[in-house]
Structures are given as C-alpha cells and as structure tokens.
C-alpha cells in the first residue's frame, strides 16, 4: 500500500509543477501559491482532522510499531523506527468516525476530485482560466505581483497544486503511518518498517521512469501538441487513479487481516473509543453553551516559540530544520525558473521531472545502505554536517553559474549553456535531496536520545511546528519580497544567492553549536551500541 502511495506521490509531484510553471511562464508562482494556497488548505485541513481526532495518548492498541528505546539513527531501519510521523500520529486514532472510516473518506475526496480533474476541468480549461482578465488585471500592478495574480487566473492548476501537496501530507504522512503504527507488531517492526523506506525509493524511481516513458512518447503524430499532452496527462491522472483504487483495497484487506487475528477485539475498541469520544464531544458542547471554554491541549507557532527560546538544544533543532526548508525553497525555485525557460512545453518539463524522480529515488537508496558506514567514517557531527556543506557548495555553484549567463543575457530558451546548468541544478537538487532523507535527519533524530523526556516530546513538536510552519512559508515570502522588488526570479538572482548563503552559515552554526554541548556524548553512544550489534552478530560459545 505504502508503494502505491509513494508511486501516486511521484507521479502527481511532476505534474504539478509542469501544469503550474509552463501555464504561467516561470516559478514566481510557486512562492505565492505556497503561502495563499497551501497554506490555508494545510491550516483547513488541521481545524477539519482536530473535529475527529482522539486525545494524544489514548492510543487502543497495547503496544507501539515503533522502538520507543533511545537507539541510533545510522540505518534505515532505526530511521523509520522514529520517522516523526510515527511518534506524532502512531498514538492517536480519529474522534467519532475511527481512523479505519477517516482514511477511507480521505481517500474517496482525493480520488473523486482526480477524476473531476481529468474528466471535467482539464478538457475545459480554457473557458475556465479568466486569461484575458488576469492578463488586464496584471497590467496595472508591479511585475512582481504576476505570479500572484497568475494563481488566481490558473485557478484549476492551483488547485490541483494544492490536492498534490496535500495528498504527501495526508495519506503519506497522516494515515499512512497511523495504519502502520496500528496493526504491526512491534515484534515486525524491525523488518518492515525499513523495507517501507527501500518501498518508498523504488516507487519514487519507478513514477520517474513512467512519466519519463509517457511524456516523451511521440506516437500520436496525427494529435497537435496540446491534444497529445492531453492524452498524456489523462494516462499519468488513470495512473494515479489506479493506484488509489490499489490503497483502498490493500487497506480493506490488511484490516480484515488485523480484525481476524485478534478475534474483533480491535472492532470492539474502536467502537468503545468512539462513544468515549463522542461523550466528550457533547460536554465540550455543553460546556460552550454553558458560556465556558472547552478544554484543548494546543500546541501553536506561539507556544513552540516559547518552548524553543528557553531550550538550547531545540533552539539548535528549530534554526536547522527552518534553515533546511528556506534553502531548499530558494533553490528550488530559481532552478525550476530556469528549467521552464529550457522546457517551455508541459510534456518536456515533465519528461525532465521523470528523471530526476528516477535519480532521486536510486542515489537516495544507496546513501541509505551506505548510511552506516558513513557513520562510522565522519562521526555525528560529521554526517550532520554534511547536508549543510553540500548545500552551500551547490548554492554557491549554481547561482553564481546563473548570474553569470543572466548578466550575459544567456538565461533564455536556446541558449547552448542553459542545458547544461539546468542538469548541473537537477544533480545538485537530487543529491541535496537524498543526503536530507539518508543523512541529515537521521543524524538530526539522533540529537533526542540526549535530551530530557519534557525536551523530547515538546520539543520534537515545537521543531515539527516551526519547520512546517516557517520554512517553506519564510521562503516563499522573502520570494515574494524579491519579486516585488526586482519583478522577475532571474532579476532577483543575487540577492538569491545572498539569502541562501547567509541562511546555509546559520544552519552550519547550529550543527557546531549542537557539536559542542551533545556530540561528544552522542559520539559515546554511538559507539557503545556498534559494540553492542557486533557482539550480537557474534556466534554463541558453549
């Protein structure tokens, strides 16, 4: 089930951005839909899911799929073994529908409106994008406030933007792992909940060589350019259309699976909870009437900053994981920007989003076999340290590389140089990728093991919070500061370049600040816990 996730994952990401860059032109939509659309949509989703969600802790089931033991991080096995989806998501179960009905109207949401998409929108888009009134309308505002507009005119692809980013965050993140954290054994979870990482990569891979084969197929020669990538857009849509029909009947089978084997004492559970929770429910709703308050256990942007200042260690925490996402988001953007200039046509920037899915998806698989290894050859502090280095290194190379053709006038469709600097930008966005997932945050997990219990639950929320939360919305708000200004991505190069650097010292500052109070220790424990695995790699003597 996880595959065909992961694989619907993969094939909505690359459409995505070719619908969204090549309607408009360029990226400088991207950091506005990200702030005015993702955004709410995320927030809305929040306020929806907390109508149905159970207290933290009341989990039903006797024993957690995850090792809740301090371990380390150097294999993918203990990766997943604390991926922070499980620990957030691994002890709660939906309020008064249960999880097991929750995921399937999830589902059913992202699936009906895929196909109103495919069936109904995409055929009609042209009577349906107000192009000519958004083209007026951004005529009399600054440059840099086209993109904005831009998602407003190309309603149908904002919209689709949102459903493909949501669909990671919930059935991935959410309901995937609250299934998982449900019916595996604890005494299973050493061997599956690795494989699900090796799953997720191969089906990252696999999603690349399919929208590589389709957008690139030139069969239909009696289409005209925009009939084919019809065609080919209704293929990648059927596809991810029937990996959604796969996740609901492998989620049927595996819960009649997990109902069989425990004789319906779950079923009984469930159904317990949901009467306590609609109990609970009804005194909330009484106590409002009542002119009272009910009572809620929030844990906001406000209470995670206070949280973050008077700990240094979260505080650490918090600057990488925000420093994390605002580089990636400047990176990104600026090489998407470039990639539409290369491949102006939907199916050609989608082909080139195929392989760099496949790339993703292999280098990301073998960093995490060699994960252990690098642990042991550059230390804690070292594999932390290395993301950050390599950001910077690759930061440094490709804006200095794109201010350069820009100040030429060479960042322009058939420019011979511009080829080799969006594949130059391709390597480094996959490698930076697959050093992040392998390397960074399982070392960046390792740092919980020192803490005190009050630091590992509330911490771990409060840096969950602020990465979510002001990483990729910081980003794409300085974007759009940058757009206002300079009106265009190329235009705003430099001052790109300057914002990721200063942003990538700061992330490094946090690893050496984190060196120097915990990684000595974490050093010691890492150690003591190889010792530990050879002894018990080691044959018995009688």
Known sequence: MFYWMALANGVLDALR???VVTAFGGAEQIPYLTV???????????AVFAKFRTFPGASLRPALAFNPRPRRLSTSSDAFQLHPDVALYGTTLSQRWGREKLFYIFLAFFMTFFAVFTLVLYPNIDALHPTAFGASVAAGLPAGLAGGVAVLTNWVYSLFYVASEMWGDVMLSLLFWGMANETTRLEDAGIIYPLLGVGANVAQASSGVIVRWVSSYGGWTHLTAKEAWSVKLNILMSIAFACCVGIGLTHAYIMK????????KQYDLDQAAALKAREDHAKDQARVAAGRKPKKDKTGLIDALKFVARTPEVLCLAVMSICQGLSSILF???WKGQLRILHPEPHAYSAFMGDVQLGSGCLTCFLMIMAPWLFK??????????TPKFSAIAGWSFFGCSIWLASRGMLVHGAPLLTYLAWGGAVLYVMERAAKFSLFKPAEEMVYITLDEESKTKGKAAVDVLGAQVGKTGGSMLQQGFLLFFGTIVASLPLLAAGHTSIVLLWLWAVRRLDRMHGAELERVHARLDDLDEDAASPAVA
């Open 17 to 19: 951005d070719a619908l």
């Open 36 to 46: 005015y659309a993702v955004l709410p949509a995320s927030l809305t989703f929040v």
């Open 257 to 264: 699976r997990a109902h069989d084997a425990d004789g319906g």
């Open 377 to 386: 050859t550059l230390g804690w502090a070292g594999t932390l340290s290395v």
């Open 332 to 334: 990104q953007v600026a």
